[in-house]
């Protein structure tokens, strides 16, 4: 199933010109009122919010002289879609008055959201929508304009989609927990991943440096997992305990735990917590290892925020890039299952702008993740690292 039907899993309803299409995953060709019954305002009102960034509520703004309000209006939301005048092309149909326009769209945007947000271009003049066709083979869509005033000119808006992308796009970025090298397939997968990828190193584990070396060379960002009280990690099998963040530690001794960590995983990007729910419920300590973080100009990432957590607050209070990790990925799950769920993490980028998920190793999930890379540019999500989510300062967002 393609992200873009995901808004609704059978039927897209779309409110155009007074009307509402019905959208399956086939060929499109609807009256406007056929569906008026049969689909609830819930739906419309979904669809009205996830097109409210494309200026569709605008009357035209820009008057181009040659061009009718209506043919202002198409080239206002073409120009929205990242489509200068100059590459918009007019003509007049033989044997017709009818106007047709041609222009080649970036991808990254759902097939119905297009659509709607070219159909707004009604507003404000004497226009409606008469016809929709979008072909099932993917090669864009037709919409067709008639006016109620019999002088004006019928108007075929033809979109196909351009090679390019949009260059505003929602992002996605995955950590990969508590990596580790080994020489298998899964290893081999996850580093030669064509995408952008963080790895979350724990500094204890054997072999640390060179996992990190190793993952920059392969252009992975690295993230050092700090254990934090409650630690979660048990011990190592020759028995050692790996350096754990308690509440109760001195300053220099939180201060002394992050500088080895800093050693032991030399390319580190930023930080996140392994445990250490209670431990980001204090503000003193919280304060502490921020500010050490802070100083080597790095990042923090929560996982598992609770209601108490103080971890937001801080980093806001002292400027620390923060995020927190909107969704974990259990590594048993199989291929299928993991498509379905990187799906539904797409839909929350869509929505707000970014997502952090995060798993661990496991072949099913960076399988998923290789198979669904092409749907997830189709819709607008690039997979971005992390630092290219919670830095916007530094211009990556």
């Given at each position: 199933?393609?992200?873009?039907?995901?808004?609704?899993?059978?039927?897209?309803?779309?409110?155009?010109?007074?009307?509402?299409?019905?959208?399956?995953?086939?060929?499109?060709?609807?009256?406007?009122?056929?569906?008026?019954?049969?689909?609830?305002?819930?739906?419309?009102?979904l669809i009205r919010r996830h097109g409210a960034t494309g200026g569709a509520e605008k009357a035209y703004a820009?008057?181009?002289?040659?061009?009718?309000?209506?043919?202002?209006?198409?080239?206002?939301?073409?120009?929205?879609?990242?489509?200068?005048d100059s590459s918009v092309s007019f003509r007049q149909l033989p044997d017709s008055a009818a106007i047709e326009i041609r222009a080649a769209v970036p991808r990254g945007k759902p097939v119905e959201w297009l659509v709607w947000h070219l159909s707004s271009a009604t507003s404000g003049t004497s226009y409606r929508v008469e016809d929709c066709?979008?072909?099932?083979?993917?090669?864009?869509?037709?919409?067709?304009?008639?006016?109620?005033?019999?002088?004006?000119?019928g108007i075929h808006l033809t979109v196909?989609?351009?090679?390019?992308?949009?260059s505003a796009?929602?992002?996605?970025?995955v950590i990969i927990r508590d990596f580790g090298f080994a020489a298998d397939q899964k290893t081999i997968?996850?580093?030669?991943?064509?995408?952008?990828?963080?790895?979350?190193?724990?500094?204890?584990?054997?072999?640390?440096s060179w996992t990190s070396r190793i993952s920059k060379e392969y252009k992975k960002e690295i993230i050092i997992l700090q254990p934090m009280e409650p630690c979660l990690i048990p011990r190592a099998p020759d028995g050692r305990k790996p350096p754990c963040i308690m509440l109760h530690y001195p300053e220099s001794r939180v201060r002394s735990i992050i500088d080895g960590a800093a050693e032991a995983v030399p390319d580190f990007a930023g930080f996140s917590n392994f445990g250490g729910t209670r431990a980001l419920e204090d503000s003193r300590l919280t304060g502490i290892l921020f500010s050490e973080i802070k100083k080597r100009h790095g990042y923090f990432i929560e996982d598992r925020a609770t209601r108490k957590s103080v971890a937001s607050a801080v980093a806001d209070r002292i400027s620390l890039p923060f995020g927190t990790i909107g969704r974990s990925v259990d590594s048993a799950m199989d291929v299928s299952r993991a498509e379905e769920l990187i799906r539904n993490c797409a839909m929350e980028a869509q929505k707000r702008g970014y997502v952090i998920i995060s798993s661990k190793a496991s072949v099913s999930f960076i399988r998923a993740l290789k198979k669904q890379l092409p749907v997830l540019r189709q819709n607008?999500?690039?997979?971005?690292?992390?630092?290219?989510?919670v830095t916007p300062d530094k211009g990556k967002k």
């Open positions: 199933m393609r992200i873009r039907y995901i808004l609704l899993p059978a039927v897209i309803a779309l409110c155009v010109g007074g009307g509402i299409y019905v959208f399956t995953s086939g060929t499109y060709r609807h009256s406007l009122s056929a569906a008026r019954e049969l689909i609830p305002e819930s739906v419309a009102a820009k008057k181009r002289p040659g061009h009718s309000p209506m043919e202002n209006n198409i080239l206002d939301r073409l120009a929205l879609l990242e489509i200068a066709f979008c072909p099932s083979d993917d090669r864009g869509c037709a919409i067709r304009f008639t006016s109620s005033e019999p002088h004006q000119p196909s989609w351009a090679s390019r992308y949009f796009t929602a992002k996605m970025a997968e996850y580093l030669s991943f064509p995408e952008p990828l963080t790895v979350a190193l724990l500094p204890s584990r054997k072999l640390a607008g999500i690039r997979l971005s690292y992390v630092s290219e989510i």
